[in-house]
């Protein structure tokens, strides 16, 4: 037998961070020993949005769904024992990703680390923050600036670094198509492009540098072969985009990278032991054709849609990489799907679409011209909305939630409370003193930083003119600002943003024939608004703390105004207060909580006591999200009148219910609607 020549894997990671900065560090080096070959940093909301621990809007965030980062201290923690001119780092950040690139250069600078041989990525993509992940800061002009300022100056200093990683995975999450997905992520790729190049701070001799250093994230769903297609149509799309549009003659240049990490939104509660096979498909779509192989790949955990993985679940999905990449015989042939018609039809018609939509966006103005108008928002609610639909009505199966229910009793799942990873609620109090303790001594041994203000007031300085904010970042990070006091300066000069949600300009998405579920609910809408003597009921959807991700949030919203309920949804990243206020204000006969960072047991119970003390228990407070069976029986018992998760996604029968809680409340009988 002739020897193959074998390609070598592709980079693998597990995205990984909780707690502590020294309790992240010791999962990193365990999960460097275990053979995986990159890093990949999770923050937390609080570092993500530009807030120190102790601010209102971090309360119950704090450590939870990352590592909480505050200032250098934190850093050094973070990366202790591991050196980092050897390592391959990518950070999942965005709005503050200039600040937390700032503070990995100046722990590199401290461990004596070459910078020219930092190799890693930051994921600095606002764009998909308007639209769906929710950890925007400022406004799109300066978020913009802030992308550009970075490219350049990693360009100049940190040659192999990667300092944008645009992100079309959280859209799909929110509910894209493929051509979606691809037309927004490219038409981020032109901002940013036009951006630099229009900045005049790299020579356009230099333009191939910046194209070249560019890489994407992208989604991989269940729909195997039409997901692999189009990673085939990416590929076609950035090249000619680059060559036609930056005028990039250098092949290498051109090349689509991408790193990916496979599909969360099809990951069920239900039957969850169904999502290690569901993982696997998602893998293939994006390894088995070598011309659009992922050159990065991180898999979610089985138990995701339950909580926080445990180690040994990260572990299972680190192996499922090695399993391929080292059992199979997949790295020693050429591209198994080169000269298929079905592939290359399918690819074809990809690009066409993809193309046309991003035409459309140039003719708006562009990415984040369409960003502020709304288009792109409304567009993927509609699309989610679709989506959401067809499970409902069965014409989209997903095994044990809407097809084969039946199960035998699970034993991965038969101890919930051990079957996810546990944030203890004391860690959010060590993090805030550790925080106090860092303000009240960086001036002194062993820090002997100096004073920050002045370094934050040239940022502030810089800010206003038109120069890289690059160096004036550093600055504040080798004086030991916190992450609140670098955003909180920038805040001030840049302003803040409150990105459009798309609700009210989303269409209908399931009609209302005579006899669905829909007409039965909305009847029970018409009569209990009659029975309560209001024009119409009102429901208030709010999203308490940091956490942005808003897409269950928007369908409920959607469906419960396409049922005759009048919605008052003011976006992501309010406090209990504020939602407590608009309730109150705008005279709501419910109000419905969206959490899935996990911070549910403090704020939910906030609500409710605000509630109470303005009198208003009449209010029945529903609450849905990622929450664990054990703590939605304490919310039930501390005055919640529902809870939904995951597993219940019928839409149309939750907003039912809450019609049957607005009547339990309001001492209704209960209402019988025909079928």
């Known amino acids: 037998m002739t020897e193959r020549h074998k390609d070598r894997p592709w980079l693998m990671r597990t995205y990984a961070g909780h707690s502590t900065a020294e309790a992240s560090n010791e999962l990193y080096r365990r999960n460097l020993a275990k053979g995986q070959t990159g890093l990949s940093v999770a923050f937390d909301l609080p570092t993500q949005t530009g807030y120190d621990s102790d601010h209102v809007l971090a309360r119950g965030e704090v450590g939870r769904v990352g590592v909480p980062v505050a200032h250098l201290g934190d850093m050094r923690r973070l990366f202790q024992d591991i050196p980092l001119e050897q390592m391959n780092t990518s950070m999942t950040i965005n709005a503050t990703a200039m600040w937390l690139l700032a503070l990995y250069q100046v722990v590199a600078e401290e461990q004596g680390a070459d910078l020219t041989k930092l190799q890693g990525t930051t994921q600095n993509d606002i764009v998909k923050e308007y639209l769906s992940r929710g950890t925007h800061v400022f406004p799109p002009g300066p978020s913009l600036r802030l992308t550009t300022d970075m490219i350049a100056y990693t360009v100049s200093h940190l040659p192999k670094w990667n300092p944008i990683n645009i992100c079309s995975y959280h859209l799909q999450e929110a509910g894209a198509t493929p051509v979606q997905e691809i037309a927004y992520a490219m038409s981020t790729a032109i901002a940013v492009l036009d951006a630099v190049r229009d900045s005049g701070q790299v020579p356009q001799e230099r333009m191939g540098d910046v194209v070249g250093r560019i890489s994407f994230f992208v989604n991989a769903g269940v729909r195997f072969v039409e997901e692999m297609c189009k990673m085939r149509a990416f590929g076609r799309i950035w090249d000619r985009v680059t060559r036609e549009r930056y005028g990039i003659e250098n092949p290498k240049h051109r090349r689509f990278r991408y790193g990916v990490q496979v599909n969360s939104l099809g990951l069920t509660e239900a039957q969850p032991e169904n999502n290690v096979q569901r993982i696997v498909l998602e893998m293939l779509a994006v390894t088995l054709s070598k011309d659009a192989r992922a050159r990065a790949v991180q898999l979610p955990a089985w138990n995701e849609a339950l909580g926080l993985p445990r180690p040994w679940d990260q572990q299972w999905s680190l192996r499922i990489q090695q399993v391929l990449a ?177 609700v009210s300009s989303a269409p209908v998405a399931v009609t209302a024939e005579e006899g669905s579920a829909l007409s039965q609910v909305r009847r029970k809408v018409e009569l209990t608004a009659k029975e309560m003597e209001v024009g119409k009921l009102r429901f208030l959807v709010g999203k308490p703390g940091l956490d942005g991700h808003s897409n269950g949030a928007e369908q409920i919203a959607v469906r419960a105004r396409d049922a005759g309920f009048e919605v008052v949804y003011q976006g992501i990243r309010l406090t209990p207060e504020q939602i407590v206020d608009a309730a109150l204000a705008e005279d709501v006969h419910a109000v419905g909580l969206s959490i899935l960072s996990g911070s549910h047991a403090q704020l939910v119970p906030d609500v409710l006591e605000r509630l109470r003390v303005a009198g208003a228990t009449d209010i029945p407070v529903i609450a849905g999200g990622i929450i664990p069976n054990g703590d939605a029986e304490e919310l039930r018992a501390a005055g919640v009148a529902a809870v939904f998760t995951p597993k219940d996604f019928d839409i149309t029968g939750i907003i039912g219910r809450i019609v049957d809680e607005i009547r339990y409340a309001n001492k209704l009988d209960p209402l019988e609607v025909p079928a």
């Open 326 to 502: 080292h059992e199979s015989d997949l790295l020693e042939y050429e591209d198994l799907f080169e000269g298929s018609k079905v592939v290359e039809a399918k690819v074809d018609e990809l690009v066409e679409a993809a193309f046309a939509e991003i035409e459309r966006i140039q003719e708006m103005g562009g990415a984040m011209a369409a960003v502020e108008s709304g288009y792109l928002k409304s567009q993927l609610v509609a699309s989610h909305a679709e989506r959401r639909a067809r499970i409902e009505s069965g014409e989209e199966k997903i095994i044990g939630v809407n097809a084969f229910e039946g199960t035998e009793p699970n034993p991965l799942t038969a101890d919930l409370d051990t079957a996810i990873q546990t944030v203890d609620p004391a860690v959010e109090a060590r993090v805030i003193a550790s925080l106090h303790n860092w303000r009240d001594t960086r001036y002194q041994p062993p820090f002997n930083h100096p004073r920050p203000c002045k370094a934050l007031e040239k940022l502030k300085e810089a800010a206003r003119g038109t120069g890289n904010l690059m160096e004036a970042t550093l600055e504040c990070a080798r004086a030991g600002a916190t992450t609140g006091e670098w955003a909180g300066a920038l805040r001030e000069v840049f302003g803040e943003f409150r990105a459009p949600t798309g």
